[in-house]
């Protein structure tokens, strides 16, 4: 089974920036794609970034393009979120998550005409890490 260890998370002013770290064990010969979530409490879980198998074509949040920035370092099983310009608007637990396949599954709301990714579509989740964001 594999298991995922998610850390970096902290308190930082606005407009400044923070390094989310996921490092996976137990992956054996599967694919994974590798996704990162954020949840303040009473809201559901977001889809913030998603990296596939291959490391190309990430996918962002519309609220976090151009200010965040997914890597995959499989040398090391570890997927790294770069986080800047953050803003009080981004605090939250944030969550990575394994989803079998390797590939970032999305899902096109035609009201909206954004695409978003699934927390359903992956199966095993690190424990959180909270990020702070003050004023």
């Known amino acids: 089974q594999v298991q995922l260890a998610d850390s970096g998370g902290g308190v930082v002013q606005a407009g400044g920036s923070l390094t989310l770290s996921c490092v996976a064990s137990?992956?054996?010969?599967?694919?994974?794609?590798i996704g990162w979530f954020r949840q303040v409490p009473g809201k559901e879980r977001e889809g913030v970034s998603c990296?596939?198998?291959?490391?190309?074509?990430?996918y962002y949040l519309d609220s976090v393009k151009d200010r965040f920035t997914i890597s995959r370092d499989d040398a090391n099983n570890a997927v790294s979120l770069q986080m800047t310009s953050l803003t009080p608007n981004d605090t939250a637990m944030y969550y990575c998550?394994?989803?079998?396949?390797?590939?970032?599954?999305?899902?096109?709301?035609?009201?909206?005409?954004?695409?978003?990714?699934?927390?359903?579509?992956?199966?095993?989740w690190g424990q959180g890490t909270q990020v702070t964001v003050s004023a």
């Open positions: 998550a394994a989803s079998r396949g390797g590939l970032c599954k999305r899902y096109y709301d035609p009201t909206s005409r954004t695409s978003s990714f699934s927390p359903t579509d992956f199966t095993v």
């Open positions: 137990r992956l054996g010969h599967e694919k994974y794609a």
């Open positions: 990296i596939d198998w291959r490391g190309v074509s990430p």
